[in-house]
């Protein structure tokens, strides 16, 4: 009955971390209710709300690369040509580039999308309800990643609980069955969590996916012109650009592995 050890910890690894996801599911919801659902969203709202602070810089690199205001080399550096930016997220990002007037993409990125002007656009989207809470995202990401861990540690708990034990073909297949319990609440609690949770985890609310769909409709994603451009790239990211420059320009320094995550 050795084995019975390895399904006692099962149960407590796979229980405690489905009561997380609850806990953390009843803390989020509901979001706030907003008072921007009926409105426009600019093109600088829009990244946000689809891709997040990075998608952001993105955007407003893009914009003034092609403006002329900025040029961005496919090597994957950024080159200051009009030191003076319209509004503040230009502004950071000129100053993420620094006194020399030449810098990393990718340095510039990481330290653009940290900025006040950034982080002032968020605190207004999460204000109107329009984008979800950093902290309420980040407890349900990590929420449901333990839930992820506790199935994998409950099939392995499982194979040792089979290898440790000397049991014959009856045995092995009752002790498995026993397993499969957890195993069943482990796939319950996210295929719960993709329904009722999964919209906690992205960067826009319920409202916020709304008014990025309405965007879409009325500018399209691919068609001509410098407006549907920067649309596209807002919502879809830098895989919307047809520069093939551009594109490698900001691929630089590892911002793939950021554009996935988000």
Do not use: K
Request: charged share 20%; with cysteine; net charge neutral.
């Amino acid at each position: 009955m050795f084995w019975v050890l390895f399904l006692l910890v099962a149960w407590a690894v796979t229980g405690l971390n489905c009561i997380r996801l609850c806990v953390a599911a009843s803390e989020a919801a509901p979001l706030p209710e907003g008072t921007g659902s009926d409105r426009e969203l600019s093109l600088y709202e829009a990244a946000f709300l689809a891709g997040g602070p990075h998608r952001v810089t993105d955007l407003t690199l893009i914009s003034m690369h092609r403006r002329r205001r900025l040029l961005l080399a496919h090597t994957g550096w950024a080159t200051v040509v009009d030191p003076v930016g319209e509004d503040d997220l230009e502004r950071s990002v000129i100053g993420a580039i620094g006194p020399a007037g030449q810098a990393p993409i990718a340095a510039v990125r990481s330290t653009a999308s940290t900025a006040d002007a950034v982080r002032v656009l968020a605190d207004r989207l999460v204000g109107d309800g329009l984008a979800v809470p950093d902290s309420a995202r980040t407890q349900m990401v990590s929420a449901v990643r333990g839930v992820r861990a506790a199935g994998l540690a409950t099939a392995a708990l499982a194979t040792a609980a089979v290898l440790t034990a000397p049991l014959d073909g009856a045995d092995t297949g009752r002790v498995l069955a026993w397993f499969t319990l957890p195993l069943l609440l482990v796939v319950g609690c996210l295929a719960i969590a993709r329904v009722e949770v999964h919209p906690y985890t992205r960067w826009a609310s319920p409202d916020g996916r709304r008014l990025l769909g309405s965007l879409v409709t009325r500018y399209g994603t691919g068609a001509g012109g410098e407006h549907a451009l920067l649309t596209s790239v807002a919502v879809l990211g830098v895989g919307a650009l047809e520069d093939p420059e551009l594109r490698a320009a900001l691929a630089d320094g590892g911002s793939a592995s950021a554009h996935r995550s988000l």
